[in-house]
């Protein structure tokens, strides 16, 4: 009977370690996987708008692009050939938060003209994503819009929340099958993601 208690204690003991071992590791998981989360924050009077994205930075690069046509580019779904992010809005005291998704060129990382890029996004709505921005070449800005995107970005998408909400986006670039490349040229692009709102 003595020997069965001291096995059983055993037992217990070893169910009680391996659990504290389980919820350490769980711990550090979760807190490797926030590390890896970025957000951009922007706090409106009344409300608040944010972009989520995993990963260092919120920046998407095309490298080494070969010319597609639109109808392969949108099916673009390998490594790195795609970002996904997310647009939290929280409303405070305002009724409803506008917003705008834009990308802005990064100059320096860019080799590819602005005419030979395609841009392509996705909204996730019940479960699947649908268009929202059909293949279109990087048209900047001429002047500062009213929501407060910068002159020189491209606004993708402009929404409208009146109460909150996270939206799922997914960013395609490639290049168009129109371009007329160099041989052994670098055909890279590189745009970073921003959101700007208003709350009333």
């Keep these: ?30 807190t490797m996987f926030d590390k890896n989360q970025g957000k951009v ?34 099916k673009l779904d390998g490594l790195n050939q795609y970002f996904d992010f997310s647009v939290k809005t929280t409303l405070d005291e305002a009724s409803n938060i506008d917003y705008e998704l834009a990308i802005t060129k990064v100059e320096n990382e860019s080799s590819i003209k ?11 709505k019940s479960g699947s994503y649908v268009t929202i921005l059909e293949p279109s070449a990087y048209k900047k800005l001429d002047k500062t819009t009213k929501l407060g995107t910068k002159k020189g970005a491209m606004v993708l ?14 960013l395609r670039l490639w290049l168009s099958d129109k371009a007329v490349t160099a041989t052994g040229a670098l ?13 009333s």
């Design 1 to 30: 009977m003595k020997e069965n208690n001291k096995v059983s204690k055993k037992f217990v003991i070893f169910i009680l370690l391996v659990c504290i071992l389980f919820t350490v590791i769980l711990i550090g998981l979760f």
């Design 114 to 124: 602005d005419e030979d890029i395609r841009i392509f996004l996705e909204q996730q």
């Design 157 to 170: 998408v402009k929404q409208t929340k009146n109460k909150d909400s996270v939206d799922n986006y997914r």
């Design 41 to 74: 924050n922007e706090n409106l009077a009344g409300g608040d708008v944010a972009l989520l994205y995993s990963g260092n930075d919120n920046t998407f690069s095309l490298l080494n692009a070969m010319p597609l046509l639109d109808a392969d580019g949108k």
């Design 187 to 199: 055909n890279n692009y590189k745009v970073s993601v921003s959101v700007t709102g208003k709350a």
